[in-house]
């Protein structure tokens, strides 16, 4: 192939491709599963920063919940995630959780519309073994979760783990509400949410993503 | 008269590419192209942007052609109308032969007619048009045509493709004129708006000014468009459709 010509170009566009991870850190998560959720999220965070698409378009946002929820990392590429050992304590602010991830995605857009940049739809992963301990603000989420899915705002994803209460997810996450397979780990969770994300920075313009989940998650 | 190019290729990892380009010239000033973007997930995007492609430029020059009573410039946004619906029929027609949805040939489509002193654009989906004036300013005619979300475009297959459609009229001497599917965009304009990044545009066209030799200029972009440096920054299939005059 022939490289003489050699013009100028202007520096990339990238798309960016939003993802909120809204992790149950609840007492429940005591002991064992904790300690695999912060491998597990190492790894993810290697799994990501390994693709040179997915590290430049991937903007991960990071939203643990016990008793409270907080934002531990706002929006970021892999490379500025910075994960500190999650600790499991308290109840679970489920419902909070899903409505300050909303609001974050919200805030994001507004940033990425100002700045003229395109972005693929955001998705949020909701991770729980347990049930919201907050009732009322749990129908808020609720309600926000539907507005949002019928205005094509952002899908929501609900992954249960061990006792979680799937019936509560499903209202949150419709059809998007699977099971963690037993036989798989949080890390082979997080491979397909990494694999999901390089795909998606992967993705062209006109392109619908079809997330392939395997045998790692069950549909509900 | 116009000296055109006109290149479309897939990145060296893709099969096959999925846009097309089709030039065609009337006279000594009347250039006719189309340029066609089938869509990444349509089962039979290429030969929808082939269909497509073929179709307008069929349409327009028969009802651009001067010797035709009823070709007058004022009425050439009328006749681009007419050639993107002319695509749609074809299309159709296409889908109904091998009865398959008609969203397996989703593509985009641009529609140009340029004069030295007229230019006449219809646009269908995410591509872009630029034009480069007597001072050598570089300026674009239309934008692209997006949804919220980057992987969501306006495609010449929905429903109401025809509502939809960009026309854009230039009336002053222009020397160049550029049409490109998206896939350029990323390292050819600027955001928010859009704006043609300048450097590229200028050296684009001084380039296909002083190559007269066609197979060079075309040997050339190609090298160019394949290129590691292009290729980390678009990732997607690459139209130029180029004219100087």
Same mark, same amino acid.
């Given at each position: 192939?022939? $490289?003489?010509?050699?013009?100028?170009?202007?520096?990339?566009?990238?798309?960016?491709?939003?993802?909120?991870?809204?992790?149950?850190?609840?007492?429940?998560?005591?002991?064992?599963?904790?300690?695999?959720?912060?491998?597990a999220?190492?790894l993810f965070?290697?799994d990501?920063?390994?693709?040179?698409?997915?590290?430049?378009?991937?903007? %991960?946002?990071?939203?643990?919940?016990?008793?409270?929820?907080?934002?531990? +990392? !706002?929006?970021?590429?892999?490379?500025?995630?910075?994960?500190?050992?999650?600790?499991?304590?308290?109840?679970?602010?489920?419902?909070?959780?899903?409505?300050?991830?909303?609001?974050?995605?919200?805030?994001?857009?507004?940033?990425?519309?100002?700045?003229?940049? +395109? $972005?693929?739809?955001?998705?949020?992963?909701?991770?729980?073994?347990?049930?919201?301990?907050?009732?009322?603000?749990?129908?808020? #989420?609720?309600?926000?979760? =539907?507005?949002?899915?019928?205005?094509?705002?952002?899908?929501?994803?609900?992954?249960? %783990?061990?006792?979680?209460?799937?019936?509560?997810?499903?209202?949150?996450?419709?059809?998007?509400?699977?099971?963690?397979?037993?036989?798989f780990s949080f890390a082979d969770f997080f491979r397909f949410v990494s694999a999901s994300?390089?795909?998606?920075?992967?993705?062209?313009?006109?392109?619908?993503?079809?997330?392939?989940?395997?045998?790692i998650?069950?549909?509900? | 008269?116009?000296?055109?190019?006109?290149?479309?290729?897939?990145?060296?990892?893709?099969?096959?590419?999925?846009?097309?380009?089709?030039?065609?010239?009337?006279?000594?000033?009347?250039?006719?192209?189309?340029?066609?973007?089938?869509?990444?997930?349509?089962?039979?995007?290429?030969?929808?942007? *082939? %269909?497509?492609?073929?179709?307008?430029?069929?349409?327009?020059?028969?009802?651009? !052609?001067?010797?035709?009573?009823?070709?007058?410039?004022?009425?050439?946004?009328?006749?681009?109308?007419? #050639?993107?619906?002319?695509?749609?029929?074809?299309?159709?027609?296409?889908?109904?032969?091998?009865?398959?949805?008609?969203?397996?040939?989703?593509?985009?489509?641009?529609?140009?007619? =340029?004069?030295? !002193?007229?230019?006449?654009?219809?646009?269908?989906?995410?591509?872009?048009?630029?034009?480069?004036?007597?001072?050598?300013?570089?300026?674009?005619?239309?934008?692209?045509?997006?949804?919220?979300?980057?992987?969501?475009?306006?495609?010449?297959?929905?429903?109401? =493709?025809?509502?939809?459609?960009?026309?854009?009229?230039? +009336?002053?001497?222009?020397?160049?004129?550029? =049409?490109?599917?998206?896939?350029?965009?990323?390292?050819?304009?600027?955001?928010?708006?859009?704006?043609?990044?300048?450097?590229?545009?200028?050296?684009?066209?001084?380039?296909?000014?002083?190559?007269?030799?066609?197979?060079?200029?075309?040997?050339?972009?190609?090298?160019?468009?394949?290129?590691?440096?292009?290729?980390?920054?678009?990732?997607? *299939?690459?139209?130029?459709?180029?004219?100087?005059?």
């Amino acid at each position: 192939m022939d $490289y003489e010509l050699d013009l100028p170009i202007a520096d990339p566009h990238e798309q960016r491709v939003p993802c909120v991870l809204l992790l149950d850190v609840s007492s429940s998560m005591i002991g064992e599963p904790i300690r695999q959720l912060n491998d597990a999220l190492q790894l993810f965070k290697q799994d990501l920063i390994s693709d040179a698409l997915a590290s430049k378009r991937a903007e %991960v946002a990071v939203i643990t919940f016990d008793s409270q929820p907080t934002l531990i +990392q !706002d929006f970021t590429r892999v490379s500025g995630l910075h994960l500190p050992p999650l600790e499991a304590r308290g109840s679970t602010a489920m419902g909070e959780a899903i409505l300050m991830g909303l609001e974050e995605i919200e805030i994001r857009k507004e940033l990425y519309r100002s700045q003229g940049v +395109q $972005y693929t739809r955001p998705w949020i992963f909701l991770l729980t073994d347990g049930a919201p301990s907050n009732g009322s603000a749990f129908e808020v #989420a609720v309600q926000q979760a =539907a507005d949002a899915f019928r205005q094509n705002k952002v899908l929501i994803f609900g992954i249960g %783990v061990g006792a979680a209460n799937m019936e509560n997810l499903q209202r949150v996450s419709g059809d998007l509400t699977f099971k963690l397979n037993p036989s798989f780990s949080f890390a082979d969770f997080f491979r397909f949410v990494s694999a999901s994300l390089r795909s998606a920075s992967a993705s062209k313009p006109g392109e619908q993503l079809r997330l392939n989940p395997g045998e790692i998650l069950i549909k509900m | 008269m116009w000296r055109t190019i006109g290149l479309s290729v897939a990145p060296p990892i893709k099969p096959v590419c999925q846009d097309a380009n089709r030039w065609q010239s009337l006279d000594a000033d009347t250039l006719l192209m189309t340029v066609a973007d089938g869509a990444g997930t349509a089962a039979r995007a290429k030969i929808g942007a *082939d %269909v497509a492609s073929r179709a307008a430029l069929d349409y327009m020059t028969e009802h651009a !052609d001067a010797t035709n009573p009823l070709n007058r410039p004022e009425r050439w946004p009328i006749v681009l109308h007419g #050639a993107l619906e002319s695509a749609i029929v074809a299309l159709r027609t296409e889908a109904e032969k091998h009865s398959v949805p008609l969203d397996h040939y989703a593509t985009t489509l641009i529609g140009v007619i =340029a004069t030295p !002193d007229l230019v006449v654009v219809a646009q269908v989906g995410d591509g872009m048009v630029f034009i480069v004036d007597t001072e050598g300013a570089i300026l674009r005619l239309t934008i692209p045509q997006r949804g919220e979300y980057s992987n969501e475009t306006c495609m010449l297959t929905s429903l109401f =493709a025809l509502d939809n459609i960009q026309t854009a009229v230039w +009336q002053e001497p222009i020397t160049g004129i550029a =049409a490109m599917t998206d896939g350029l965009l990323p390292i050819t304009t600027t955001l928010p708006f859009y704006k043609p990044y300048s450097p590229f545009f200028t050296n684009l066209f001084t380039f296909l000014r002083n190559t007269e030799d066609r197979e060079e200029a075309h040997r050339k972009l190609k090298g160019f468009l394949l290129s590691d440096r292009v290729q980390n920054g678009t990732g997607d *299939d690459l139209t130029l459709l180029l004219a100087v005059l």
